[in-house]
């Protein structure tokens, strides 16, 4: 069972659509012109949180957009071009590698572009306790899904996003992380209800900009 140490020593692993084609399920929220900007804004929270966050050496953000990448470097990110043609669980191995092109020593967790509440003393909780395990992953909100898979030093990521992730990335043998107090960290954003929510916890300060553009006028409005 890994022992790593517990300084800043995780590589992030980011991925992030074409704007564009990002959170459609958003549409009866914020429409075709919103609804880019808000994609953006998630992942602008999510990497400055990780980036703050005292157990993340570095970010690595996988993507083709090009506002994308010019926003998401001006923060601190390393961007790495999507050449996957197998989506987002391509895109991930592929971000994986990368990091582990430059550092072979690297922990990496892939983490979801779409968490603006995340705050970067839970994300280190959750990545303290995914440093015990070979591979570990925390399920979302809905308990579905999943918004962080972690790999220890030269364990591939092994990623299976996408549906019901939770069950997948269970199978594949990633240990479940079961902790009370990260709701920021599985609180990722695909509908109005879920930015509601999100809101409701407090949103990072991009998201917080352009709340008021999705037509939402508070954690309770519609």
Not at 33 to 47: H, I, K, M, N, S
Not at 88 to 114: E, F, K
Not at 201 to 221: E, F, I, K, V, W
Request: with cysteine.
């Amino acid at each position: 069972m890994p022992n790593m140490d517990r300084a800043a020593n995780w590589s992030l692993v980011v991925p992030l659509k074409p704007l564009a084609l990002a959170k459609s399920r958003l549409a009866p929220t914020a429409d075709d012109e919103v609804r880019p900007e808000l994609a953006l804004a998630f992942a602008q929270d999510t990497v400055a949180a990780a980036l703050a966050c005292s157990a993340v050496r570095d970010v690595a953000v996988v993507t083709n957009d090009a506002r994308a990448s010019a926003e998401l470097a001006a923060l601190g990110a390393r961007i790495v071009p999507d050449l996957s043609t197998t989506g987002l669980n391509g895109a991930l191995t592929l971000g994986a590698r990368s990091v582990r092109a430059s550092r072979p020593g690297a922990a990496v967790a892939a983490l979801n572009a779409d968490l603006p509440a995340l705050r970067p003393g839970e994300l280190r909780r959750v990545l303290d306790r995914a440093a015990d395990f070979q591979r570990a992953f925390l399920a979302d909100a809905a308990g579905i899904g999943t918004t962080l898979l972690t790999s220890a030093p030269g364990v591939e990521l092994g990623p299976v996003f996408g549906g019901r992730s939770r069950a997948g990335h269970s199978a594949s043998g990633a240990v479940e992380i079961l902790l009370d107090g990260v709701a920021s960290v599985r609180q990722d954003v695909d509908t109005g209800d879920d930015l509601r929510v999100a809101a409701a916890m407090g949103l990072g300060r991009y998201t917080s900009r352009r709340y008021g553009a999705a037509g939402l006028r508070g954690p309770g409005g519609g």
